[in-house]
């Protein structure tokens, strides 16, 4: 308890200063393989992901490559990290006064080869999208194994971060372009928004 303590207040600390924050091992390995798991078996309910939205959704495999399954808030199988992402939601709110009123999440399956193209968080219009969240579902990624998420931290910077298992990455949704680089092997993660409710 007191180290998820500590590593929330390590993604509030990352969130002033630098509006991001990569937190190693913020799901144990028994739970990064469960996930993995229900992922493996659900694997017949995932669709191609699109961009943009309503009228203006399409599949563009140049852009994005990946496939997901939407993720409901009383998923039992998903629980424990739900209630966990839940926790980071209230200290987000609490300390931070950002309005969040909901998690909305899918798992995603980075075939071997697929990307995503630079973009940002973002619905045309719409700024109900605050946080951005990803938590990675690989066990044992090795550095050629590629699949990098690449965070835009200026025109010419940006840092590269590699999805291990375990590992979660928040950042503040309308600041930060960000890419997913060719992955060489199948890329799970858990991917979502904290969003604010629409006025």
């Not at 496939?67 to 039992?76: A, G, K, Q, S």
């Not at 938590?135 to 291990?164: C, F, K, S, T």
């Amino acid at each position: 308890m007191k180290q998820r303590a500590m590593g929330i207040e390590f993604i509030i600390d990352g969130l002033v200063k630098n509006g991001f924050a990569v937190l190693p091992q913020f799901l144990k390995q028994h739970e990064v393989n469960a996930l993995a798991q229900v992922m493996q078996e659900r694997k017949n309910l995932f669709h191609q992901a699109g961009i943009g939205r309503n009228a203006c959704h399409a599949v563009l495999e140049q852009i994005r490559g990946d496939e997901i399954c939407w993720i409901e808030p009383t998923d039992p199988l998903a629980a424990t990290a739900l209630a966990q992402l839940a926790e980071l939601k209230y200290a987000l709110n609490s300390q931070l006064y950002l309005g969040l009123d909901e998690l909305e999440c899918h798992f995603a399956i980075y075939p071997v080869g697929s990307f995503y193209k630079r973009h940002l968080d973002q619905h045309r219009g719409e700024d109900t999208r605050v946080v951005t969240i990803v938590l990675y579902l690989n066990p044992a990624w090795q550095a050629h194994d590629g699949g990098e998420l690449r965070l835009y931290l200026g025109e010419e910077q940006y840092m590269d971060i590699a999805p291990v298992g375990g590992s979660l990455v928040v950042f503040l949704s309308n600041q930060f372009e960000h890419e997913v680089l060719v992955s060489k092997r199948e890329r799970l993660s858990l991917t979502g928004w904290f969003r604010r409710r629409l006025i």
